[in-house]
């Protein structure tokens, strides 16, 4: 079922005002307050109070999450949410407050009109083709310099495909530049996917994700390797401050293992992945059910993002990642006439920043 509204009677003309005293059960002449009703308020908050309990991968600090709801909704805190919208967000709110996890969040969910339900236009299929699978562009910069912004991670077997196109076109190029400033994350699978490409090594373990439980699933690099692999090109990953999860996640893993250079702005500080539970009909609450850990290092970037090797706002920094890229470049390049023209290509762009 639907929450309902609860609409108070209208001033304008008796004849209404009678109609509206017997659709709501108001005596004729008094404001009644506008709002949710009572029960399924509290029924939703308890819902999401126990989601979170039972499935946040962290047992005490979901049991604190659980219980700043339940204190919540017995101090009437909740009882100013007159739309389903703003009692996601109050409890989003409180569920931030607990537990600082910028995955953990209730979000209404959409109604679906029957012509959208008959013509498929919210399939996921669909959106993941109208956006090509997260593969924005890819080109060839000058200097022979590789680029690929990737908005999203879609599974490895939507995004797969895209991917090893992209990849394939860039396979020649001296140097990379992969864009994440957009990138709002996504498959666990399709970071390791795309990690693949950028080590020589197959099986390499990359990262785990440990649930509450604490046998956690390994990620490593693919085995047979791609074929477009290169362990040793130049790397550069641009990151912004939306830069969220998987998309952190992939900047992350490269710089821990200094196998890319990190140029843009800190990036949110969202690792732990979940899914969403319904807790209504209307409501659903995204969950962490398990916590990254790198294989190096065993941390990851929940709370404090990733922390750019060359900081600088996000609007420049793929202009700098080119100058660094052909700087590295120039610097490994003999004598000749391509040396030359790299030397042209970085006085040109080192000119166009300065202005």
Known sequence: MKFPYLVGPARVGVGLAVLTTVLLGTPFGQQRSTGLAPSLVGEAAESVAAVVDREYFDAAVAGRAARSIREALSQGRYNDAHTIESLAEMLTRDLFEATKDKHLAVRVVRDRSSAEISTGSDDREVRARRTNFGV????VLAGNVGYLNLTSFYRPEEAQEALSAAMRLLRSTDALIVDMRQNSGGSPETVALLTSYLFDAPNLLLFEIVPRSGTGRRYTTEAPPVP????????????AERTFSAGE???FILQERRRAIVVGERTAGAANPGRPYPVSARLEVTVPNGQVRTALSGQNWEGKGVTPDVSVPTADALGLAHIHALRELLAQAPSGLWQQTLKRHLEALESSSRR
């Open 136 to 139: 924005q562009r890819v080109e």
């Open 228 to 239: 477009e692999r290169n362990g040793t090109r130049p790397t550069y990953v641009l990151t």
């Open 249 to 251: 996640g992939f900047a």
